[in-house]
């Protein structure tokens, strides 16, 4: 069986014999730790769990492998990947053999060594400076560890790295684990098929992070409601009174082109009607709701005010499809997380599809405990996007390249046997 996406072909777990097998598994466990090593956000862990049972059930012997910050290709202890070790041990209820070690000679031999349904947790793949120059060397030294590669890290698979592109020259088999399955499958409908009507929620503070997902999804959604310290900059685009809101002065044209592209594609684009302003950034600083669109003097948005949260919940009552992507408003500063939490709240009761995609709106719904009560939560984060945009991604193509160079082996392998059975019958 085949997993298709977008016109892609892509080898799925599944298919594949793993008993016996030394599997490197690349995950994505770039994860908050706190002071103290504690795993602050443990989403992205959980969402690989499938996976790494499977592989564990099926016998193989598994080499788990991530990357965690930017060491810039250096040993640095606050990068390391041993918490995150412990936490899956902890979660899996078994032992984990975490390694430093650097040395090639010394990894390969643990790999050699290890048992069925047993794990080798690598250290940091990016303290060696071939991860990220996606070095060849490194990524053949990345190869000899296993038999089969699966990636099951999504939020990479923007990047040519050696984990992510350059080892799959070197590899025999390879596949995608169960996330990025889901990932895709979700996703793919997004930007092919969804349920109709489709409404996307885009929220955060830059409309320069989200201007090429904004003009794609304006080619496929119904309606498009835009909250978050970017509206402010759509708004002021309009020629309505900011105060003192994040403005992206040197975006405005942009946002004026957003606005003429979604009225020439038919899309209803709405923006706050009310805010909640005050006059500083923090946690309950003294703040009021505005009677209309705009914003006077010294203040500034910080949140989505009440008619635009009751409009919000309307269209998004009415989708059979909701993509959500960035926060309303300053949610980490109450009482300016209302928006964001209504809207957590409303997409939770929405009959039909719904993803939600970027880390600080993932967090919103976890805070809410909505996290099970949504279709899919995207562990992508700038993958997610770039997705959405409608980009090609480096781990894909790549996955689908070595796929597709492995059918024609197998597809030589059994003419050559077919002719060896022909010539022996003659």
Known sequence: MEGKTRGQVLPVLKDIQLAGKRVFLRVDFNVPI?????????TRIVAALPTIRYCLEQKAKLIIASHLGRPQGTVQEKYSLMP???????????????TDALSHEAVRKLTLDLRESHIIFLENLRFHPGEESNNPEYSR????????????????????????????DYVEQCAVGFLVEKELKYLSQLNENPPRPFVAVIGGAKVSDKIAVLE????KVDVLLLGGAMAYTFLKAQGLKVGHSLVEENKLHLAERILERARLNQVRLLLPKDHVVAQELKSNAPSRETLGTEISGEWMGLDIGPKTIA?????????????WNGPLGAF???????GTRSIAQCLSEVDGMTIVGGGDSVAA?????????????????????????????????????????HLEEVRIQEQNRFEQEEDEEK
């Open 332 to 338: 980490e500063y109450p009482p300016f997380d209302r």
């Open 34 to 42: 706190s002071p103290g090593a504690q795993i602050s956000d443990d």
């Open 365 to 405: 719904i976890k805070q809410a405990g909505l996290a099970d009560q949504v279709s899919h939560l995207s562990t992508g984060g700038g993958a997610t996007l770039e997705f959405l945009e409608g980009k090609q991604l480096p781990g894909l193509q790549a996955l689908e390249k070595r796929y597709k160079k």
């Open 84 to 98: 995150v070790a412990q936490y899956l041990s902890e979660l899996l209820q078994q032992d984990i053999l975490f």
């Open 311 to 323: 409009m919000f919940q309307e269209e998004i009552r009415a989708a059979k499809t909701v993509l």
């Open 141 to 168: 030294r990345l190869a000899s560890y296993a038999d089969v590669y699966v990636n099951d890290a999504f939020g990479t698979m923007h990047r040519a790295h050696a984990s992510t592109v350059g080892i799959l």
């Open 216 to 219: 794609n999804l304006i080619k």
